[in-house]
């Protein structure tokens, strides 16, 4: 966030995580909102055409159960190897 001597004041609302290819044009893309329908802000999270909203103090617990099952994989994935 930058704070301006004017009252005013610029700040990040979206972001694009995409492929280095393909940028903008990659139908994989993501795009991370910061969103605020008067409750609050959340971010909102977009990918292939669905999005879901997450509410700040709900994003440990999911980063955490994420993170969890991330390792399930890698772990799942090394026991596959020969």
């Given at each position: 966030?930058?704070?301006?001597?004017?009252?005013?004041?610029?700040?990040?609302?979206?972001?694009?995580?995409t492929s280095k290819v393909k940028?903008?044009?990659?139908?994989?893309?993501?795009?991370?909102?910061?969103?605020?329908?008067?409750?609050?802000?959340?971010?909102?999270?977009?990918?292939?055409?669905?999005?879901?909203?997450?509410?700040?103090?709900?994003?440990?617990?999911?980063?955490?159960?994420?993170?969890?099952?991330?390792?399930?994989?890698?772990?799942?994935?090394?026991?596959?190897?020969?």
């Amino acid at each position: 966030m930058n704070k301006t001597t004017t009252g005013h004041e610029t700040i990040t609302t979206k972001m694009t995580v995409t492929s280095k290819v393909k940028g903008l044009l990659s139908e994989f893309m993501t795009e991370i909102e910061v969103v605020n329908e008067g409750g609050g802000e959340f971010l909102s999270i977009a990918h292939c055409g669905n999005s879901i909203s997450i509410e700040p103090e709900n994003w440990p617990h999911i980063k955490a159960a994420i993170d969890l099952m991330l390792a399930q994989i890698k772990i799942r994935e090394e026991i596959k190897k020969p």
